[in-house]
T-cell receptor
Framework: EAGVVQSPRYKIIEKKQPVAFWCNPISGHNTLYWYRQNLGQGPELLIRYENEEAVDDSQLPKDRFSAERLKGVDSTLKIQPAELGDSAVYLC??????????????FGPGTRLTVT | AQSVTQLDSQVPVFEEAPVELRCNYSSSVSVYLFWYVQYPNQGLQLLLKYLSGSTLVKGINGFEAEFNKSQTSFHLRKPSVHISDTAEYFCAVSGGSYIPTFGRGTSLIVHP
């Protein structure tokens, strides 16, 4: 089966510009996650979707970040406007199971964002 | 709240030597535990998982981990490492919140 697909792989923008990341999860995976991974750190959850519903978004900086998963399949994460501190790798993951076994996730390759 | 501590930020080892990467967790409820590997410029890949049953879990690439409830640990081991095992390794726990929490990672560096 195809893995989690993310695009673009790399993005360089100036601060205050908008940016968007796209993710297509593994077919049949209803749960989708967006993580941010800062250099030398583990992934930190930004938002989790169950189908098209955002069920965990407490860590999403809602003043500048937004996400959508309109048809419960692919998803877009947007930052507007970007700040220097947003430079990181943005990872998308999906899982088939729910509950505590959600830790069994499948990750995409990530988008490395550099804000200058 | 749950948390994960990976005690070593970097572990250097020679090829064909054994290695142990340490992970301790805290949680007020029973947990599921995971180890992921991340190669340069790639996403995370699941190495192994503990959900229930036998406390010794075997994963891919010859890795195994042992769940120790009394010590709240889930250390990762491999009896003989290869150059290709050089990567970042992340321990993760999911418990009452159902959202996995990741450790900061341990960089395994295998020298020839």
């Amino acid at each position: 089966e195809a893995g989690v697909v993310q695009s673009p792989r790399y993005k360089i923008i100036e601060k205050k510009q908008p940016v968007a990341f796209w993710c297509n999860p593994i077919s049949g995976h209803n749960t989708l996650y967006w993580y941010r991974q800062n250099l030398g750190q583990g992934p930190e959850l930004l938002i989790r979707y169950e189908n098209e519903e955002a069920v965990d978004d407490s860590q999403l900086p809602k003043d500048r970040f937004s996400a959508e998963r309109l048809k419960g399949v692919d998803s877009t994460l947007k930052i507007q406007p970007a700040e220097l501190g947003d430079s990181a790798v943005y990872l998308c993951a999906s899982s088939r199971v729910s509950g505590r076994a959600m830790g069994e996730q499948y990750f995409g390759p990530g988008t490395r964002l550099t804000v200058t | 709240a749950q948390s994960v501590t990976q005690l070593d930020s970097q572990v250097p080892v020679f090829e064909e030597a054994p290695v142990e990467l340490r992970c301790n967790y805290s949680s007020s409820v029973s947990v599921y535990l995971f180890w992921y590997v991340q190669y340069p410029n790639q996403g995370l890949q699941l190495l192994l998982k503990y959900l229930s049953g036998s406390t010794l879990v075997k994963g891919i690439n010859g890795f195994e981990a042992e769940f120790n409830k009394s010590q709240t640990s889930f250390h990762l081991r491999k009896p003989s490492v290869h150059i290709s095992d050089t990567a970042e390794y992340f321990c993760a726990v999911s418990g009452g919140s159902y959202i996995p929490t990741f450790g900061r990672g341990t960089s395994l560096i295998v020298h020839p």
